[in-house]
């Protein structure tokens, strides 16, 4: 967080300074908000998790003793010194499946947001600044596309492929969440484009690319860093949703949504199956939506709902 | 009132459209190979894959298709499902009760625990109950439906063996996948409340209500919570597309009947026609309940005018 020296060389632009002080003054803000802060940490402490999986985990969260080795007696251990939540069916230690399972979970949102940033963006901004007939065309794909019931638009994307997996699954998640993405960007950019620095940069000759890579998106980067926050949080959810249903990542993939998906046959005799890929989850979410929803009451305080 | 009415619906359909094209886009256009193949297996006779191929309009050019399947669609036939043969829309019709029951109570326990906990919260903020709700609510939003719908199963069903695992009937089996799948959205509508009623609670009319001497029962009840709860309805009706959304799940976990899992089947036996049909019929209900809660605005707030 330190920018000290960038600030003291372009002190003269009055623009770098004060996008400066906004961040400055929206960090100290955000430090006061106790969840906000829990949530960060829990969300530091994933992705240190999913950086540092191949030395935390005990052992390769894809070798089944069991199908490997004929150790058939490793099936469906209890807890365990060397197998701290015991094994799977195949005697795959679940530790390590979860612990490499939040690597999954944080590719499929980062990837996932990456995809719906790319066209959400581009789209939004495109429509927000040129208007007209551009502008309602794009808002009708806008409005369809948000139309359809999210998972179940996923879900029809992910008919259409073959032999489904964990990069169908980017697409897919990716196509049913610009549409938000793009909304927002849209309504900001409008109002953005009629201040007076845009049409200052207009009338020096710059043009469309360089006023809205330069000027506009910059300007509206905080509800896109809160909407992109929350997004992560919705594409882990829905993506072991997928996983869950069958039609996401598949076997023998450590996803913690395929995870509950075996652990269903097992309520009844060994429910520690399905306890810890859903907290998993459940904590990675967590810390995502506490994180978000803090950034959103300092980013945007117009958008708290 | 009524031109207000006619013109929102009006406006509904170009939507409808666009979801129709793609959906059809999505599993005619973008599906690789035949899908009298996909759906009759590899050693079917040719002969009688032509048949069905000419039966179902497949040998036609594509925008003849497009423009049958959207004049059908509005008719109501979604077309023949490829694994039973049968009209999709009776297939939908039939599934239908078992889904309208599992979201309606779904729902029902949503509103209810949600602006009761809302407003516990908004009145006494910062209170010990407002920090209970206020986790709870936040937790309830992180959690996934069907996690929360297996854990429900292992403590009633399989420890306490109170209710049943699974399946559909009485109203027994109706409770645990209802609390599953209203968890998220009671949630969302507690948050929502809360947020609208502080905001409502500070305005000067509810100073007065309560200066001449109300009681403050009736100075929450119908001054202040009849004013917040426009935007509570407003974020029901766009959690409905996430209740949509979380039947396929809560339908799959507790081996429910309805539309969700047969859409899930008929991923896993490619049936098109029918994953096609299932997806138009949601969107078309998520529509038209948005359309419903836009003009129920207008009987909670007078001062809204439709015109």
Known sequence: MNVEPEVRQESIETEEVEKYSQWKDAWRRLRKNKMAMIGLGITLVVIFVAIFAPLLAPHDPYYSPVMEDGQAELSMQGPSLSYPLGTDRLGRDILSRIIYGTRISLIVGVITQLIALAIGITLGSVAGYYGGIVDDVISYFINVFLAFPFLLFAIAIMAVFQDPGIEQVFLALGLVTWPGLARIVRGEVMSLKEEEYIEAARSLGAKDFRIMTKHVIPNCLAPIIVTVTLGVAGAILAEAGLSFLGIGAQPPMPSWGLMLNAGRDYLRSDPRMMWFPGLAIMITVLGLNLFGDGLRDVLDPKMRD | ?307
């Open chain 2, 1 to 307: 009132m009524l031109t207000y009415i006619i013109r929102k619906g009006a406006m509904a359909i170009p939507i409808l459209i666009g979801i129709a094209t793609i959906t059809f886009l999505l599993n005619f256009v973008f599906v690789p190979g035949d899908p009298v193949r996909i759906a009759m297996g590899t050693n079917a006779d040719p002969d009688t894959m032509e048949t069905i191929r000419e039966e179902m309009g497949l040998n036609d050019p594509l925008i003849m298709q497009y423009g049958r399947f959207i004049g059908n669609a509005a008719r109501g036939d979604l077309g023949i499902s490829y694994t039973t043969r049968r009209p999709v829309m009776d297939m939908i019709l039939s599934r239908l009760p078992a889904t309208a029951m599992l979201a309606t109570s779904a729902m029902a326990i949503a509103i209810i625990m949600g602006v009761t906990a809302g407003i516990v919260s908004a009145v006494k903020p910062y209170s010990f109950w407002d920090y209970i709700f206020m986790s709870g609510a936040m937790v309830g939003v992180s959690m996934p439906v069907y996690w929360l719908g297996l854990v429900l199963i292992v403590i009633f069903a399989v420890n306490f063996n109170l209710l049943p695992v699974g399946g559909y009937g009485s109203y027994r089996h109706l409770i645990l996948p209802a609390i599953a799948l209203g968890s998220r959205q009671a949630a969302y509508i507690a948050r929502m409340t809360r947020s609208s009623m502080l905001e409502i609670i500070n305005k000067d009319y509810i100073k007065t209500a309560r200066a001449k001497g109300l009681a403050e029962k009736i100075v929450i009840i119908k001054h202040a919570l009849r004013n917040a709860m426009i935007p509570v309805i407003t974020v029901i009706g766009t959690q409905l597309g996430y209740l949509l959304g979380g039947t396929v799940l809560t339908e799959v976990t507790f081996s429910w009947p309805g539309i969700g899992r047969m859409a899930i089947d008929a991923v896993f036996r490619r049936d098109f026609p029918l994953i096609q049909g299932t997806v138009l019929f949601l969107a078309a209900v998520f529509i038209i309940v948005n359309l419903l809660v836009d003009l129920s605005y207008g009987v909670l707030d007078p001062r809204i005018r439709y015109d």
